[in-house]
């Protein structure tokens, strides 16, 4: 596995739609194409140079219908948020096979105001209906919120540790003029916000927001010619486990344990020889439960791991340094 891609493909733009949080005028699909369009102008290209198309949420053939573009690779690997990062190991490979020159990666929700979103029902004859549905739990929330509690209870995980990842955040959040929310909180705070489902208040919610996002992606050679410095993809990894919490044999682990040791071993570094880590914070507890299975402190250790301001602007850790889906933006 080691150095299958290191160095071969890069990232020559990222990119937003323009604007972000509460976009009440912008379809899904809209926001989609802004994204896209802003980061390929990043990198100094245009729709007609893109022949690879990846996306979740709308169909390949949806979107490239939408921005006129006619791939010679289509991608639209689905398993939720995680989708758009496997997405890039996907581009990864399809660059270095020739399968395509300029990969675009794009995401765009109506998250906050449901413009040219569908709606949420359940099949009936899905696993969630037959199995979880009739008992009453919210999902998503429920399902975390109950992982959660498991940790809690058998590691000795305290609210107030996962407060501070929020406070940590909120904080990075504050640095970045585009974040949602910016105003402080304290650890108080997150504890004394509204319950949603035990542990979880709002405040150890991510946030539900309008937006939309795009990568470019390219051979290095290509990305020479390009306006931006390249951000060379060393190495990835991707898994997946049960989709339903009833379902998963440990509700404290979780496939980043497979995929994180896959994305270290090809890119052959260690994790004290990383200066930021970007992660998935759906929730405060997805993030210390994301550290522990990536290997950055043993299991059980996430609370203290994260303490202590370790993730904040100053502190040894930089962690979500936009703010995150937690304050900056969700998509």
């Known amino acids: 596995m080691r150095n299958a891609i290191g160095g071969k493909v890069a990232i020559v733009g990222a990119a937003e739609s323009d604007k972000i949080g509460r976009v009440p005028d912008a379809p899904a699909l809209l926001l989609h ?80 105001s449901r413009v040219g979103m569908p709606g949420r029902p359940v099949s009936p004859d899905s696993l969630a209906s037959q199995f979880e549905v009739p008992y009453g739990i919210p999902l998503p929330v429920g399902a975390y919120a109950m992982a959660c509690s498991r940790h809690m209870a058998l590691y000795g995980t305290t609210h107030e540790q996962l407060a501070e990842i929020a406070v940590s955040t909120r904080k990075w959040a504050a640095l970045n003029p585009k974040a949602v929310m910016r105003d402080p909180i304290t650890v108080e705070d997150v504890l004394n916000a509204r319950p949603i489902a035990y542990p979880f208040t709002l405040l150890d919610c991510c946030l539900v927001t309008d937006a939309g996002g795009a990568i470019v992606m390219t051979t290095a050679e290509r990305a020479r010619d390009c306006k931006t410095t390249p951000v060379m993809v060393l190495g990835v990894g991707e898994s997946h486990d049960p989709s339903l919490i009833s379902q998963m044999p440990g509700v404290t682990s979780f496939a980043a344990q497979t995929s994180g040791r896959l994305a270290f071993e090809m890119a052959g570094v260690r994790h004290d020889e990383l200066d930021l880590a ?20 043993a299991k059980g250790e996430g609370g203290a791991f994260v303490s202590n301001g370790r993730t904040a602007p100053g502190g040894p850790f930089p962690m979500n340094t936009n703010g995150g889906g937690l304050s900056y933006n969700h998509p």
Not at 95 to 106: D, F, P
Not at 278 to 297: A, K
Request: one cysteine or more; a negative charge.
């Open 33 to 112: 194409a802004q994204a896209a369009r802003n980061a390929l102008a990043e990198a100094g290209l245009t729709k007609d140079d893109v022949d690879g198309l990846f996306t979740a949420g709308v169909s390949t053939l949806e979107l490239g219908e939408y921005l006129g573009i006619e791939p010679r690779f289509t991608d639209g690997t689905a398993v939720g948020g995680s989708s758009f990062v496997i997405h890039i190991a996907h581009a990864a490979l399809a660059l270095m096979n020739g399968w395509c020159s300029v990969a675009l990666i794009t995401h765009g929700e109506s998250g906050r």
């Open 278 to 297: 970007m992660i998935y914070d759906s929730f405060t507890y997805t993030v210390l439960l994301t550290l522990e299975e990536l290997g950055f402190c």
